[in-house]
């Protein structure tokens, strides 16, 4: 048997033993990602918190649990690594652990997007992707994957688009204080909209989304929060109608998303006032793949990139499909200075998982 490990760019070695510990280390993965899925649910993380040393007894009064499951299932965690283990069958959630796994309102907080039973359906629906070549829409995603991640949306609302990004971009701060006219596009769960809508009271903000799942929702919220200067529409970003005069204009996260990403830069050419601004927040990546190789989580973006984000890319025949790590610094400027603007600026406000660009005619 040949080896290509001297042509190899990066290699895994020839040791079977610590191949074998990678893959066992997946296999290991999958179900304790399963066990966290099920102590968040099950309140298992939130009743141990600030409470010390419990047995498998105390949790499961507290949590209305059989007695001998939740043991196995507090053994399982303390291997682990996610308890501490004090002796005596007693395990105590750390204090690192509240953020990520107990605090819902954190930006950090991970335990709800666990897929669970999820996990199932995206897998057959991969079944049917790699066979056609067809992906998903969000919008097949249902009500449900309109939600995900929307507290963090909600948290980098509030902490960074307001407060931090919207400062630096030339003008545009003193435009929405005095009043404009404000476009996001792919507004999603609507985290951006709504809080640019209740922070600039004297601008008007038109948010759309192909997926009338995501419009649903921000149009309740945006009842909810007494908002009476947003505007929704379910529509695809290549449709806006040209010559409407924006003067802001946002894409968060969703450039890599979709089917024609070049006909939605074209229309947001189209759209945009002479001294208007879009601003586009992406994935952070390189260009090759080899220079992405020391992200840690590289595998789990290629594997959003799967189950969501290539998958809405590819969501039509001739999609462009970009995927999550697609819409790099490099493509990024060829598509945009492709579709005829001048300037484009590259903002990195310290986010590991995000650049940001600043586009002007
Ligand atoms: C990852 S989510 C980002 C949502 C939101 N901007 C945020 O930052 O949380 C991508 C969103 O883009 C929407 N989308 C994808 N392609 C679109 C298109 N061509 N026009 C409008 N929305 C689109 C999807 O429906 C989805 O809600």
Redesign the pocket.
Known sequence: MTSNIDTAVTSVGDDPRRYGFTVWNYRQGEIVAAMIYLGNELGFYKAMAGAGPVTAGELAQRTGQHERWVLEWLRLQAAAKLLDYCGDERFQLPDVAINLLVDGEHKSFVAGEFAGPGMADNLQRLFENFRTGLGN???EGGPEG?HR?ECR?WQ?ARNDLIPRMIPALAGVEAKLNAGALAL??????G??VLAMADTYPNSRFVG????RH?VALVGVKAAEMGLDNVELHH????DLPGGTAYDFVV????IH????PEA?IAAIKGSLKPDGTWFI?DIRSKPRFEDNLRNPMLAMMYGFSLM??MS?AMSEPGGAGLGTLGFNPEVAERMIREAGFTQFQMHDFKDPGNLYYEVRH
Not at 251 to 254: E, G, I, K, M, W
């Open positions: 829409s969000y919008e309109a991640g949306h980098a996001d596009i792919g507004c999603g769960d985290a951006a759309i989304d192909a997926s995501a529509a695809d970003g290549a894409t968060l996260d969703c998303d979709m089917t024609r939605v927040k969501s984000c809405s």
